[in-house]
């Protein structure tokens, strides 16, 4: 196990990538089956652009676990094999980073919609750049710093507020959850969206100790395989769980039904 503990290829490392290549094919599945089998027209606006955008973070994140934590025995001879293209951007910014700030994004709209009673005051396509920026800097300042060493992991000076970071996107959605937790959704809205939430809570967690003892502990050569291996596995639970588990189709409903109350209004003041 000693060679391929450090340069990847053991047979754990296959098996991962082969559960997250499944998982990645049932996520597209899922996307597409309603289209497919339903012949239902592709939606417009936030509709769409949010759930693609959910479907490419997943992939970024998979991909991102993939190349960085070693499950392939490659040389690495081109910069875009860098570890801090992988390990920093994709990962950050572009994976799990986009993947939670869009569900913010929903669960804002969600929060306005069904609680508030009117549109969210800031529009969708300027609030998820402003939930995504911290991700950008974080990745930049890490960019700038290389705390990384050739197997793409840091220290614990550096893991702590890498995790932290990650950390509090989860609680910011909890905590946006709880807010409409006794809003009466019309096609189980509530219920979908926390077995969401409780699921990717959970997998975050493994995902997170996992993620702490590949970047940590490098000197021992079954649990670096180990972990590497339970942080793929719970990368591609995660990613499937929170995108199967949509929120996005009451409030779809609700948001044109809020935009035509709006403009009945103003025809009726005329």
Not at 7 to 16: K, W
Not at 196 to 224: C, K, M, P, R
Not at 241 to 261: G, V
Request: net charge positive; with cysteine; hydrophobic share 50%.
């Amino acid at each position: 196990m000693g060679g391929c503990a450090a340069d990847g290829g053991c047979p754990s490392d296959y098996v991962a990538i082969s559960i997250s290549a499944v998982c990645l094919f049932l996520l597209l599945a899922r996307s597409a089956f309603p289209f497919l089998f339903y012949k239902l027209s592709i939606p417009k606006g936030s509709a769409f652009w949010i759930p693609a955008t959910q479907i490419v973070a997943s992939f970024d994140l998979l991909a991102s676990v993939v190349m960085s934590v070693n499950l392939i025995k490659i040389e690495k001879r081109h910069w875009w094999q860098s570890c801090y293209v992988w390990a920093v951007w994709v990962e950050g910014p572009f994976g799990f980073g986009l993947l939670l700030s869009c569900r913010i994004l929903q669960v804002y709209q969600l929060y306005f919609i069904f609680v508030k009673k009117r549109l969210p005051p800031v529009r969708s396509r300027y609030f998820l750049p402003l939930v995504f920026l911290p991700w950008i800097a974080m990745a930049a300042f890490i960019h700038v710093q290389k705390p990384l060493n050739y197997r793409c992991q840091m220290t614990a000076r550096w893991v702590i507020p890498v995790v932290s970071l990650h950390s509090l996107y989860v609680v910011i959605l909890i905590g946006f959850t709880r807010s409409i937790h006794h809003v009466d959704f019309r096609f189980q809205e509530l219920k979908d969206l926390w077995r969401g939430v409780l699921v990717s809570t959970f997998s975050v967690g493994f995902w997170v100790g996992a993620y702490i003892l590949n970047e940590i502990h490098d000197d021992t050569e079954w649990l670096q395989v180990a972990s590497r291996f339970l942080l793929a596995l719970m990368t591609s639970i995660f990613v499937l769980a929170f995108f199967s588990l949509s929120s996005s189709q009451p409030l779809l409903s609700q948001i044109s039904l809020r935009r035509r109350e709006c403009v009945n209004a103003l025809n009726s003041r005329q």
